[in-house]
């Protein structure tokens, strides 16, 4: 979203609400970090914990800034239904089902925003990141699994069914792997470290985490590589032949693999609509903080 004038001279706080810690940051109104705290998520403890725990997370940032005027976001996995209003895809499964925007506002007694975690970090790159002073920026999630978020003049592309950036769902291969969602051949089957990992089983029986599936010099490791490169090349020249961004940044822990800036850049040349590419594809800046700093930049 876009920050009017107002919200640009208050102090941003953000809440990344992950399956194993909930981390709490304070950007003052020049954007510069004051403060940062992390507690354990406990999901085991249930819903109405994580909700009291993510109200006292902040209830202690409001102490830092003494009530001064501030936004307030949150990120998380998975998002909130427009049908429902209840959240949904949450890796923290606890929270699927349930209405948390609305019980959390009714806790803090104030109107939280609160965005997946593709969008927050793709909203940090473009903010103060690899995509800042670009009018679009499509940012890339490759971890786990496989998702993205797409900004627009520094405004989230949400999309009617808050289904924009969801590229690891595109199917690229009909008659390829079953994916989680139901459908087959899903760029995340493919691209995504369980994706690799999987598909190294599927050779060998064996399991290996998916940057040493990379790494490897084995007949059946180099077969996943050549596949992953395939269909990453694929996958973001579609994703660049539809809305044409300024920018691309990568993120997520295969960001970190340095011959997706070599060969799956030449990847990606051999099937984009054009006769060149001229799309930066970056790693991205933010590294771990991304999901977090996004949070704040998103508040309201």
């Keep these: 979203m876009t920050l009017a004038l107002s919200q640009l001279k208050m102090f941003k706080i953000g ?8 981390e709490t940051i304070i950007l003052n109104p020049d954007g510069v970090e004051v403060y940062r705290n992390r507690v354990l998520t406990l999901q085991e403890r249930g819903y109405a914990a994580i909700v009291n725990t993510l109200a006292e997370c902040y209830s ?38 349930k ?12 109107h939280v925003a609160i965005e997946n975690d593709a969008n927050c970090f793709a909203m940090a790159e473009a903010g103060m990141g690899a995509g800042k002073g670009y009018k679009s920026v499509f940012g890339v999630i490759m971890g786990t699994g496989c998702g993205g978020g797409v900004i627009i003049k520094n405004n989230v592309l949400r999309g009617l069914q808050t289904l924009g950036g ?44 998916a940057i040493h599936v990379l790494e490897s010099e084995q007949k059946e490791a180099q077969e996943v590589k050549e596949l992953f490169f ?16 300024e920018i691309v940044v990568l993120g997520g822990g295969l960001s970190n693999y340095m011959p997706l800036y070599t060969e799956g850049l030449e990847r990606v040349k051999k099937y984009i609509f054009s006769d060149e590419l001229i799309t930066p594809i970056v790693k991205n800046k933010t590294g771990d903080s991304a999901g977090v700093i996004g ?4 508040g309201i």
């Excluded at 809440?15 to 909930?22: C, E, P, S, Y």
């Excluded at 990120?75 to 923290?92: E, F, R, V």
């Excluded at 369980?194 to 029986?205: A, V």
């Excluded at 949070?295 to 998103?298: D, E, F, G, L, V």
């Design 15 to 22: 809440i990344d609400l992950g399956g194993t810690k909930i």
């Design 60 to 97: 202690n940032a409001l102490t830092v800034i003494n009530n001064k005027a501030h936004t307030f976001g949150i990120g998380t996995p998975g998002s909130i239904s427009g049908k429902t209003g209840l959240m949904k895809n949450s890796n923290t499964t606890c929270l699927n089902g």
């Design 99 to 110: 209405p948390l925007l609305k019980d959390l506002q009714r806790l803090i007694n104030r």
């Design 166 to 209: 969801e590229w690891g769902h595109m199917t690229i291969d009909p008659n390829g792997p079953l994916c989680y969602c139901g459908k087959r051949g899903c760029v995340e089957t493919y691209i995504s470290g369980t994706g690799i990992s999987d598909r190294y089983f599927e050779r060998t029986g064996k399991r290996l985490p």
């Design 230 to 245: 395939e269909q990453f090349g694929r996958a973001l020249s579609n994703v660049i032949s539809i809305i044409d961004p």
């Design 295 to 298: 949070a704040a930049w998103i």
